[in-house]
């Protein structure tokens, strides 16, 4: 199996050519939708068929008994895992500068960034420090939002959020509407991070018939393997 990342025009003729499955990021339905009817639409000219290529975006999930419990657990982890520190590293990395006197629970940098700089790998998507700051400036004055909160936001994966039987339905949604083939599940805490998913979600999954009950080959060697199966639901016949 050939599992490939990529998200510029060379990576998505890659995939296209070569790939079983490729990683997305883009977890929202539209976004997931224009990426996946792009990639997939070049598959015809190496001879393949649509199905032939998995798309497989990486998704976190917070459940909760009900959804207000689901959300509020989920901004709680969120901010533990954007400190200060790293809400701060990641405005540095696009400022080009000391931003270490800047309170991060408070408003983004009233300075430039430093000019001639590239900025570093990984953390934009833009290679223009001045239109990236302005670009979140006017997020964070739009949402009012503080530097921690606004990178909280930018660096946030696909997140469903909800109860069992919500994260169930945002997934089935996502996989029905072409916006996915299934999802990579990152879970905020390891080991046992998926624990309740396992538990809570997959069931319901596999009873609206998009999650496989039984597997076709030899049984699973390790009882982690058989505990926690790739989370890939599958279309409804029909």
């Not at 393949?48 to 497989?56: F, H, S, T, V, Y």
């Not at 990236?132 to 936001?153: C, D, G, M, N, S």
Request: with cysteine; hydrophobic share 40%.
């Amino acid at each position: 199996m050939l599992i490939q990342a990529g998200d510029a025009d060379e990576g998505r003729e890659f995939a296209a050519a070569t790939a079983d499955i490729v990683f997305s990021r883009y977890g929202t339905l539209e976004a997931g939708r224009a990426f996946s009817a792009d990639v997939k639409r070049r598959l015809a000219r190496y001879g393949r068929k649509p199905d032939e290529l998995k798309i497989m975006p990486a998704a976190t999930f917070v459940l909760g008994d009900t959804e207000q419990e689901a959300q509020e657990r989920a901004a709680h982890i969120r901010r533990q895992q954007v400190s200060a520190q790293t809400a701060i590293a990641h405005l540095e990395n696009v400022w080009g500068r000391d931003l270490s006197s800047y309170d991060p629970d408070g408003p983004l940098p009233d300075v430039d960034p430093v000019p001639d700089r590239d900025l570093a790998h990984g953390w934009v998507h833009s290679g223009d420090r001045f239109g990236t700051a302005t670009q979140w400036r006017a997020a964070a004055t739009e949402k009012k939002l503080t530097i921690r909160e606004l990178v909280i936001e930018l660096t946030g994966r696909q997140s469903f959020i909800g109860t069992p039987a919500s994260v169930a339905a945002q997934i089935t949604t996502h996989v029905q509407a072409d916006a996915a083939d299934g999802f990579v599940l990152v879970p905020h805490l390891t080991p046992g991070g998926l624990d309740d998913f396992v538990d809570d979600v997959v069931p319901l999954l596999q009873e609206g018939g998009v999650f496989r009950t039984e597997y076709s080959g030899p049984p699973c060697a390790t009882t982690w393997a058989c505990r926690y199966p790739a989370a890939r639901p599958r279309r409804r016949e029909g």
